[in-house]
């Protein structure tokens, strides 16, 4: 799947001040200190700074945004970068705290002369990861659990952690169950659902009707970049006349025109080449799935049994990791 599609649509998404402030409160409101009333915020309260941290290399893999948010009697910042590959950085803690530093050193300088009184103080920074890759995330949390003998050198170690959002681990159901744009998107972004194309389509497509207005142009508004993914993932090509519509029409709209092409293509027998491209899909992701098991020092049989890989298989990765 490409991950220019994933990262347009996820970055679009986190961008809209709208669906951020439902992702902060459905998300974060227990992270964040009671100074700042998540339910009181609207959004006046939050302001998206025009900044990236994602060095060029891990662009094509990873998206992050930064929000000021503004509460009654505190402001602080988060700062959520988005996991798009199902292969896990286990540097991650590192590399959050050293964002947060390029953060304060920008605010530092910004700041200018002030920043050097005494009652000068940095603003604090919630880091989170939002994870929607399909294997389980395995990388530590803290930033200790990257330094040697921290226990050791405990005082002086920074006692960094982030906040972990892992996408699998949500229930597609309780996803739908929210009613609102989020949830929708959140649902058809999910990599644990059972449903395909189709079926979430139509799903989808019936959820749409128990919307408010207010929350159907929202989802259409975002609704064409996912929808983009989901039609890659299962070899439909998108040619003029689907892109048009995606580009034009009305969520339900886009749907119906989807099946209706999606139903064409399988006639046209397009299924199979569609098949091929699915058990490639099943292979990477048995591999990247084997890759994390292997890292995390799990026994052969149990991997073989998770991925259904072949051994000669599981031994062509384990090679491949020396």
Known sequence: MPMGDKDKAFRRLLADERLFLKFLRRFLKQNLPDVIDVEALTLDDLHREDITFIPPDLSERESDVLYRIRGTDAEAYVYVLV??????????PFRLLSYVVQFWTRYVEKVGEASKRKDFLLPPVLSVVFYEGATRWTAPVHFAEKVRNASDFG?????????????RDKNPEALLSYGDALGALFYLANPSKTEGFLEAAERLRIFLLGLSDEERELTTNHLRGYLRILMKKEGLEIDDALDLCLEREEADVML????KEFRKARKEGREEGREEGREKGQLEMGISIALAMLEAGEPEEKILRYTGLSLSQLEEIRDGRK
């Open 83 to 92: 996991e798009h590959q199902s292969s896990v950085s286990h540097l991650m």
């Open 155 to 167: 005082k002086f170690i920074p006692a960094f952690e982030y906040r972990l959002i892992s996408l």
């Open 256 to 259: 119906t025109y989807m099946q």
